[in-house]
């Protein structure tokens, strides 16, 4: 008899963005994104991280000060990163799961890739305006959003 508690594409493609989002240096938020194709191949992956070349040690993380000296103007997002790590050039149709909302300039990125439709799992940053634009365009452009529903279930990873 085949086993009946395998976990679900929600919770495997989640999971795998949670994995992601581990590997971001950033001190406060670490965000990671999973695209996956309708027949449930993964397309991508991506992690909130400095540009390529930018060294990790050389930049800053702080959230506060003088704007050139924030993690504001350097870090690529999650979402962006996992659209641009893509050998797929073809991304339309795709959904992507994400672990925190997508501000309004990965919106767009998200929108322009043909990416229909969005899993989230936190939406600390609801209220503002990032926010509030992303929500407009998608609804605007018609992709679907909806935060992932947590089974309760736990994954351990042992290594
Ligand atoms: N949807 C998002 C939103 C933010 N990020 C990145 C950008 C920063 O590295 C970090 C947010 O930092 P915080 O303001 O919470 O200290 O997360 C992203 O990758 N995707
Ligand atoms: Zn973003």
Redesign the pocket.
Known sequence: MKRTDYISWDEYFMGIALLSAMR?K?N????G?CIVSPENKILSLG???MPIGCNDDDMPWE?EGDDLNT??MY???????AILNSPHNDLTGARMY?T????NE?AKAIIQSGIKELIYLSD??HDTHASIASRRMFNMTGVKYRAYQPTGREIHLEV
């Open positions: 971001s950033d406060n938020s670490q965000v994104a992690y909130n991280g959230r993690k504001y870090v690529c997002h999650s979402e962006l990163n994400v925190l909302f997508p501000c990965c600390k940053y």
